[in-house]
């Protein structure tokens, strides 16, 4: 494999990762999150999720496994390991708790009244307020982990699946630097440390591109590719169901949540078609 497509698949992890500083941003320079924007571009990040995990990366698995194991006991495997990457993904949603989940959104103005809704002997227990935040930062980090393997396996597949994909959980890792950067600077009344524990919570996606990319990629062959990239599939699907959806309706109203939804699939097609 060219070390020109290793390195722009890592460009990727580390750019859809460092979007949580972009949240980040948004809750310093800000004090109202704009929920109908929000509400649309989590629908938008689902659509593009749901339909290239349904339309591309399962359909390349199965041809993948079906090449290496055969038509029946190809796509066998195929339904499996995409059903075990909705499995492990749910587990490590299960084992968070729940406030510090970053598949539990937060917009600016929940964080801020949570912080304000305190006892008086909490509200000013500064090392409460921060260890929140770095919990939080801790659970972003561990979901961010699959993540950028997704991201940086459909890179090397194909650069323009690694880049939608890159986008969207781009999105979707903007309200997780808010909620990582809010009780930190609340706690410090420093803006550095509140962007640079956002900033490293980010930093996992590429690192998860890491470690795949040195235990993984010498073993790879057909059937290990079509067994991740399925799970890739089943990691997206979940992320986009569990967390996506109900936060872009949660921000907003039903139907525009919707509108991005279909306008994220639109988009999507319309990419894979002009790369034909």
């Known amino acids: 494999?060219?070390?020109?497509?290793?390195?722009?698949?890592?460009?990727?992890?580390?750019?859809?990762?460092?979007?949580?500083?972009?949240?980040?941003?948004?809750?310093?320079?800000?004090?109202?999150?704009?929920?109908?924007?929000?509400?649309?571009?989590?629908?938008?990040?689902?659509?593009?999720?749901?339909?290239?995990?349904?339309?591309?990366i399962f359909v390349k698995a199965r041809e993948e496994l079906m090449s290496a194991q055969g038509e029946v006991f190809g796509t066998w495997i195929t339904v499996l390991s995409f059903f075990g990457g909705i499995a492990l993904i749910a587990i490590i949603d299960r084992l968070v708790p729940n406030y510090e989940n970053p598949h539990e959104l937060h917009s600016i103005e929940e964080m801020d009244k949570k912080l304000e809704s305190l006892p008086d002997n909490e509200a000013h227990d500064f090392g409460k307020l921060k260890r929140m935040g770095m919990f939080t930062a801790l659970a972003i980090g561990i979901?961010?982990?699959?993540?950028?393997?997704?991201?940086?396996?459909?890179?090397?597949?194909?650069?323009?699946?690694?880049i939608a994909i890159a986008v969207a959980i781009a999105i979707h890792n903007i309200p997780e630097g808010i909620a990582v950067s809010v009780p930190i600077y609340f706690a410090t009344g420093s803006r550095a440390k509140a962007f640079k524990l956002s900033f490293l919570s980010g930093l996992a996606e590429p690192i998860g591109a890491l470690v795949g990319y040195l235990i993984l990629m010498p073993f790879l062959s057909p059937t290990i590719f079509g067994i991740l990239f399925a799970g890739v599939a089943g990691i997206m699907v979940f992320i986009s169901l569990d967390e996506l959806l109900p936060a872009a309706e949660e921000f907003g109203e039903h139907h525009l949540s919707i509108y991005g939804m279909i306008a994220g699939m639109g988009v999507m097609a319309l990419s894979l078609l002009l790369f034909l």
Do not use: C, Q, W
């Not at 979901?143 to 690694?162: I, K, Y």
């Open 1 to 56: 494999m060219e070390l020109s497509t290793v390195l722009f698949a890592f460009g990727l992890t580390f750019f859809a990762g460092l979007a949580t500083g972009v949240g980040s941003a948004l809750a310093f320079f800000t004090r109202r999150t704009n929920t109908k924007f929000l509400s649309a571009a989590l629908g938008f990040s689902a659509g593009v999720m749901i339909y290239v995990s349904f339309i591309e």
């Open 143 to 162: 979901h961010n982990f699959p993540e950028g393997l997704a991201t940086f396996t459909a890179a090397l597949t194909d650069p323009s699946l690694g």
